[in-house]
């Protein structure tokens, strides 16, 4: 069983710029969430898809979008950045229940 | 506006003795409370949960209370081994709207040798 990784590990943008981040969910599971963990904070939920449809959303402005792909894999893309979304992303699969999900490691974003 | 709150940013415990790990919620429409673990450069482990039907939730070493009425939900750790050192989040979701999730800010958890 193949567990959730997340693409890349860190990475460094200038503000203004575009970013896509990558997941694979794990095996079998077929939605995913994606969280901003600022530092100090526990992870904010920015949004969910289920079967490639978005399936919730929380207090992110539009700039924050993403995509589910067939094979449940998902991108998580922030536009226009700014020094504030400097953050650590997580991405995080579940299965039918939805309830228990199951996290990567994270990709750790610097807006300069 | 914080649905989910962890008090205590931080908790030191002696090895053997037993970790609690307290968190409180505003919002009486949750129907799950969870709480994960999570290690440096890793992502949270989910833990325990329980249901909002249930007041106790047993797991080996780790045991979940929750208390309604006060909104106040605990985490048991029995014995507390170096291994448990983490920051704990608590965690609540309700199964409307998809399961969103909302954690608290965490709780780091010092258990010494």
């Known amino acids: 069983e193949t567990g959730v990784t997340q693409s890349p590990t860190h990475l460094i943008k200038t503000r203004g710029q575009q970013v896509t981040l990558r997941c694979s969910s794990q095996?079998?599971?077929?939605?995913v969430s994606w969280y901003q963990q600022a530092l100090g904070q526990g992870p904010q939920f920015i949004f969910q898809?289920?079967?490639?449809?978005?399936?919730g959303r929380g207090n992110f402005p539009p700039r924050f979008s993403g995509l589910q792909f067939p094979n449940y894999s998902s991108e998580l893309n922030v536009n226009a950045l700014e020094l504030d979304d400097s953050a650590l992303y997580l991405c995080?699969?579940?299965?039918?229940?939805?309830?228990?999900?199951?996290f990567g490691p994270g990709t750790r974003l610097t807006v300069t | 506006d914080q649905q989910v709150k962890q008090n205590s940013p931080s908790l030191s415990v002696q090895e053997g003795r037993i970790s609690i790990l307290n968190c409180d919620y505003t919002n009486s429409m949750f129907d799950y409370f969870l709480w994960y673990k999570k290690y440096p450069a890793e992502g949270p482990t989910f833990l325990i949960s329980?249901?909002?039907?249930?007041d106790k939730n047993e797991d080996g070493r780790f045991t979940v209370f929750l208390n309604k009425s006060a909104k106040h939900l605990s985490l048991h750790i029995v014995p507390s081994q170096p291994g448990d050192s983490a920051v704990y989040f608590c965690a609540a979701s309700s199964d409307t709207g998809g399961f969103k999730t909302i954690f608290g800010a965490g709780t780091r958890l010092f258990v010494k040798a």
């Open positions: 329980i249901s909002s039907i249930k």
């Open positions: 095996s079998g599971h077929n939605t």
């Open positions: 995080a699969s579940s299965g039918a229940t939805g309830l228990e999900q199951y």
């Open positions: 898809y289920y079967r490639e449809e978005e399936n």
